[in-house]
RNA sequence: GUCCCCAUCGUCUAGUGGCCUAGGACGCCGGCCUCUCACGCCGGUAACAGGGGUUCAAAUCCCCUUGGGGACGCCA
């Protein structure tokens, strides 16, 4: 039997970073089998869901690059297929209708709640042989005794005796399908072999079992992963900002490096940090996968980022730190600007930051900003005549490479017996109007003679 | 409240009864490198939640306690 996952968001909100995380589980166990990801759209709610949130959640996983072989399906498309199910649940006897109102239900839920209870249905209607009728639904007849047990691949054997579980309700009196019969529905038409999704389902999954057992159909594998914890070791939520995977693409990180920090974040392959998406899909394994919750860590998916960032080509990065460079409002050729990205590869942590740093590159020589404070404290009377004496040396200077830069440099330190460490922060100064920059000698060669020569001018004129 | 699940450095984790004086990574601290900021390199800090068992031997198995998380909807 082929392998087949799926992942089955429910369109009321943006993917998050758990979602995201399950869906790569679930992709990377589909890829490792060369077997089948179904995407499963989950809109029985009606009145949250919305298409603008199943059009956002494709487009993350897209930029995620978590691609499927089947779907999207959407479960308002599929009623018939639920109501044939149920009905066959009813006619087997495994199911019944049932009159209660909520109120009433609401009210047995209190009196357990009262005795110290699970607040539960107390099974009323059960043995009413109730026909359909307008406001009714319809329930599971779960059995009073025994336990219903099943084997998860991370957590090992689950079991609940089924005196805790009530007979919950298979459809609304509106006619819709509740949630729990919806996807035992959707898993067994669709051949899922392995539902793997967040540890919050743990509890649905018996009575899913039971759904399944009531269907006398064999049972799918079970794989619950932890969730996500934010910094305070509660689940992850708005309040610990950036929810939305997306946001993380505006925040300036690699698809790649998301997916790498998320992958490693419950799971593991010994010491390693780095994967690439080729060595999950070979080492990925649901035994390894950790069975307890994991705390979200910013840092570390900086550092992952970084290192990304340290790896990627030139060609793959112009077109994505031009995007951050032109909401900064500058629109560098993109030569000019592939010259510039090596010199911040080792030193951004983001591509936004990358962009944010290399401003200087973009400004005219009248529009660069100086620190005023430093110029005052490193711009002394003998400096500037040092940096007079050099800058007429540049201009006679056809070769404006680095190494060219190298050998004048060298020459004039030779000549004057001056440390460089005199003159080089007065010339960063000069030339990008702060105090860290990327090396000299690349800067002065990427920003070019003309740039380089006026801003010292100006430099010199500043006071 | 009831049920389910979980428990190794601050965080992510290695560890599947002896290799553990508990390893790696992020962070943090210190040093080196150095034209600044970074990068890089080197070193350091820091954990088996507590208590009982089982065993010649336990971070590893069992029980209890504590702590944490999740679920208890005609939401998904």
């Keep these: 039997m082929t392998v087949t996952t799926r992942f089955a968001p429910s369109p009321t909100g943006y993917l998050h970073i758990g979602g995201a995380r399950t869906a790569l589980f679930s992709w990377l166990w589909a890829r490792k ?28 996983m897209d930029w995620l690059g978590l691609d499927y072989d089947l779907g999207p399906y959407f479960q308002s498309q599929r009623k018939e297929i639920y109501q044939e199910y149920i009905e066959k649940l009813l006619a087997s006897g495994a199911a019944y209708y049932c009159e209660c109102t909520p109120e009433e239900v609401e009210k047995m839920r209190e009196e357990a709640r009262q005795k110290g209870l699970k607040p539960k249905y107390n099974g009323r209607c059960r043995n009413k042989n109730l026909g359909p009728g307008p406001g009714r639904v319809v329930r599971l007849k779960v059995p009073l005794t025994g336990e219903t047990s099943f084997e998860d691949l991370v957590k090992g054997t689950i079991s609940v005796r089924n005196a805790e579980l009530d007979d ?5 009196s509106d006619g819709t399908p509740t949630y729990n019969l919806a996807v035992v529905v959707d898993d067994l038409t669709m051949g899922i072999t392995h539902i ?3 540890d919050d ?12 057992q009531a269907l006398n159909v064999p049972l799918p594998k079970f794989a619950h992963v932890p969730m996500i914890l934010g910094p305070d070791k509660k689940k992850l939520s708005k309040r610990h900002g950036a929810l ?9 990180f690699l698809p790649e490096a998301l997916v790498n920090y998320l992958v490693r974040l419950g799971w593991s392959y010994g010491d390693q940090e780095i994967f690439s998406k080729e060595e999950l899909i070979e080492k990925f394994s649901l035994e390894n996968l950790n069975a307890s919750a994991s705390v979200f860590d910013l840092d570390k998916l900086l550092w992952v980022n970084s290192h990304y960032i340290k790896n990627s080509s030139v060609e793959q990065l112009v077109p994505l730190v031009s995007e951050f460079v032109q909401e900064l409002g500058y629109t560098p050729e993109a030569d000019y600007l592939a010259k510039i990205i090596p010199l911040y590869q080792p030193r951004a942590k983001t591509l ?20 005023l404070k430093a110029v005052k404290k490193f711009f002394t009377p003998e400096v500037k005549e040092h940096l007079q004496t050099i800058l007429g040396r540049m201009q006679e200077t056809k070769d404006f490479s680095q190494k060219e830069l190298e050998n004048l440099f060298a020459k004039y330190l030779d000549e004057t017996g001056i440390k460089f460490k005199l003159i080089a922060q007065p010339l960063r100064i000069a030339i990008t109007g702060q105090t860290f920059s990327p090396g000299l000698f690349e800067t002065m060669e990427v920003l070019g003679k003309e740039k380089v020569i006026s801003r010292i001018q100006r430099a010199l004129s500043l006071e």
Excluded: C
């Design 352 to 371: 936004k930051e990358m962009a944010e740093q290399m401003h200087f590159f973009f400004k005219t020589t009248e529009e660069l900003d100086y620190d």
């Design 201 to 212: 389902h743990v509890n649905n999954t018996p009575k899913q079992v039971l759904i399944y």
């Design 168 to 172: 919950f309700i298979l459809r609304r």
């Design 33 to 60: 089998n060369k077997g089948k990801f179904v995407l499963r759209i989950e809109d029985t709610d009606e009145q949250r869901s919305t298409p603008e949130m199943t059009q956002a959640i494709l487009d993350a």
């Design 244 to 252: 939305s995977v997306m946001i993380y693409k505006e925040m300036g």
């Design 196 to 198: 793997i999704r967040g």
